[in-house]
């Protein structure tokens, strides 16, 4: 396999030079505890101050507004629990929505056995909630809501910054998981009118094991990890400095960059997106057309497995990854597309590719050439196609039951 | 994540198709789950003469359906019958844990086509 193709970039995106150059000194000299007062701790507490201005600018926020985290993950967690406990006395209500991050909804689920109502927002076909759904979904006891910014699946945007609206209104705290918006659209937590917003360092060029949580001034979270006085006595944890200026010097990119990437990649997608349609038939694209972050295009290839494509993929050298039940290591089908309505075997036929910075028009062309023989190889062994009628096949078969 | 004969067995897979005017057939699986098996076999004097199979899944659910009908062309009925989705994982040198499920359906497609042969031949 000479050949290497990354189309898996909401997955994880590979550490950009600048970032790594960046957080070098913090591995060799600069080593000390930022919470020490002498000398060797003197230059990563600068280094995590420099890089929380920088992580705060990027949001346009305060830096006191910041807290680094390890993750998207925890992010997500810090804001939902610590919002949730910290609310407790005032009410035991939650606002959701079906497609979110397992983060998110794990999270939830977890606040459900602990007592918390939660309501799940459902979604249409092109992925979107209904607004006047989650006005009336809120009640005297919603102390939260938490609806993500761009779903990981489909690339899907919701409009956050009348979300924020509407929780104002009814004075609710409002979470964004923004993860998979960081980079590829703009983030501002004063026009997105959030009171909390998630965003991790791997999707953003930087490394694992970063993240950040912003956390609107007069917004209380309980601490989920309990240590020392670190990040406000809200995040205990020695600081992983390194990984911080990581995270940073990633928003300082994204930002100074974030206009021509996204037409770069939006270019590429849509190149993509229209020539496998184009070439291949049977093939839906899943989430809204236009409401979508640039780099994303998840699409079904009808009467075949995700998972199946993957690896004839994946001996191309082609990375990406898929909805399929077989590739979460569940046995259930893809949950943001099943709760778009698309049928159980669409779900897992689906295949998502999110590009990414490094990501050429010659390697679209490359994936263009390669997938219309792939998928019509697959569909020539699949019980559910016609090779004669070119279209599906009704067959019935006995059921067994997945579990 | 998949042995060398998986992938051997899902890059080139053996015997695909359908047999027309098949002695038995067998379809198990459930969209839902992600895979569907259908599996035709020609029987002559009790043995397995040729079998073929189409699957809609993931490369184990395809890998065993190739495995399947390499263990079984030539076999008797009564031999064929003893294979069991394990001896068709083992064959393959084993599978990914959450795919033994799942995805190992092979050997009950081979079954069900067994069964379909039987009941045609009662009734005929």
Redesign the interface.
């Known amino acids: 396999m000479d050949r290497k193709i990354y189309f898996d970039h909401n997955a994880t995106t590979p550490i950009h030079e600048e970032v790594f150059d960046a957080m070098v000194p913090y591995f060799k000299d600069e080593w000390g505890n930022p919470s020490s007062i002498h000398w060797a701790g003197r230059g990563p507490k600068k280094a995590v101050d420099e890089a929380r201005e920088k992580v705060a600018g990027f949001l346009n926020c305060s830096p006191i507004e910041v807290i680094f985290t390890s993750s998207g993950s925890e992010s997500d967690n810090l804001a939902i629990k610590g919002v949730a406990f910290s609310m407790r006395s005032k009410g035991n209500h939650i606002i959701t929505t079906k497609v979110e991050h397992p983060a998110v909804l794990n999270t939830c689920k977890y606040l459900e056995r602990e007592g918390f109502d939660v309501t799940y927002l459902g979604v249409d076909a092109d992925g979107m909630i209904d607004l006047d759904e989650l006005r009336d979904s809120i009640t005297p006891k919603t102390t939260l809501i938490t609806v993500m910014y761009a779903n990981n699946e489909t690339g899907v945007v919701f409009p956050v910054a009348e979300i924020g609206e509407i929780a104002r209104e009814h004075r609710v705290t409002f979470h964004t998981d923004a993860v998979q918006a960081a980079g590829k659209i703009p983030l501002d937590v004063k026009a997105l009118n959030c009171d909390l917003l998630s965003i991790s360092g791997h999707k953003i060029y930087a490394p694992k094991g970063v993240g950040a949580l912003y956390v609107r001034r007069g917004v209380r979270v309980v601490p989920i990890i309990h240590g020392g006085h670190h990040e406000r006595n809200r995040r205990g944890g020695t600081e992983n400095v390194a990984g911080i200026v990581g995270l940073a010097k990633a928003c300082e990119i994204a930002a100074r960059d974030m206009e021509e990437e996204t037409a770069h990649l939006r270019r590429l997608r849509d190149r993509l997106e229209e020539g496998l349609m184009k070439r291949i038939p049977h093939v839906k694209r899943n989430g809204h057309k236009d409401k979508r972050i640039p780099n994303t295009a998840n699409l079904s290839f009808e009467?075949?497995?995700?998972?199946?494509l993957l690896?004839n993929l994946d001996?191309l050298g082609i990375a990406a990854s898929s909805g399929?039940?077989?590739t979460s290591?569940?046995?259930e089908?893809s949950h943001v597309l099943v709760s778009m309505g698309l049928?159980?075997?669409l779900s897992?036929g689906s295949v998502r590719f999110s590009l990414g910075r490094s990501n050429t028009e010659e390697e679209v062309d490359y994936l263009i050439e390669k997938m219309p023989p792939i998928v019509e190889r697959m569909r020539?062994?699949?019980?559910?196609w016609c090779e004669v009628e070119k279209k599906g096949v009704d067959?019935?078969?006995?059921?067994?039951?997945?579990s | 994540m998949y042995s060398e004969k998986v992938m051997d067995h899902f890059s080139n897979p053996r015997n695909v198709g359908e047999i027309e005017n098949a002695d038995g057939v067998g379809t198990v699986g459930n969209p839902a789950c992600g895979d569907i098996m259908k599996l035709s076999i020609k029987v002559e004097g009790d043995v397995i003469t040729d079998v073929k199979f189409k699957t809609f899944g993931c490369g184990a659910a395809i890998a065993t359906s190739s495995m399947v009908t390499e263990l079984v062309k030539g076999k008797p009925l009564d031999e064929a019958e003893k294979i069991s989705n394990a001896t068709v994982a083992e064959a393959l040198d084993g599978l990914p844990p959450v795919k033994m499920h799942c995805s190992n359906l092979a050997a009950d497609a081979l079954h069900a086509a067994i069964e379909d042969y039987k009941k045609k031949k009662q009734g005929g």
Do not use: I, N, W, Y
């Open positions: 009467f075949v497995e995700g998972e199946s690896l001996m399929s039940a077989c290591g569940s046995l089908p049928t159980p075997e897992h020539s062994m699949s019980p559910l067959l019935s078969f006995e059921e067994k039951t997945c």
